[in-house]
């Protein structure tokens, strides 16, 4: 799994990824699945750069990445367009409030 596809798991399953000096910090309400608690722990230093790149994204960065996953969503997921722009939609906002929240 990419660590792209493991971040976005890993925010839909409720848990708050934090970037600490070089430390990844998780929280979460309710206990993870022990399986993606373990995935996250191995892609750690991964995880980690992935946020800071992201941290460094534009409008126009954050504006492709929608269009990007709408695509996907729709020509590889079988969604209707809407479906797919709402899901696409709802995922960068987010992973944008993620980074946010990470990084101050």
């Not at 990419?2 to 399953?13: F, K, Q």
């Not at 929280?27 to 608690?37: K, N, Q, V």
């Not at 969604?79 to 939609?89: G, Y």
């Amino acid at each position: 799994m990419s660590v792209a596809a493991l971040v976005r798991l890993a925010v839909h399953a409720g848990v708050i990824l934090r970037v600490k000096d070089d430390r990844l910090v998780l929280s979460s309400d309710t206990p993870p699945d022990e399986g993606l608690l373990h995935q996250l722990r191995s892609a750690k230093p991964a995880i980690v750069a992935y946020l800071r790149g992201l941290a460094c994204w534009d409008e126009d960065d954050w504006s492709a990445f929608y269009d990007e996953r709408a695509a996907i969503m729709e020509f590889d997921g079988g969604l209707p367009r809407a479906e797919a722009e709402a899901s696409a939609r709802k995922e960068v906002d987010l992973l944008r409030d993620l980074v946010r929240s990470s990084h101050g």
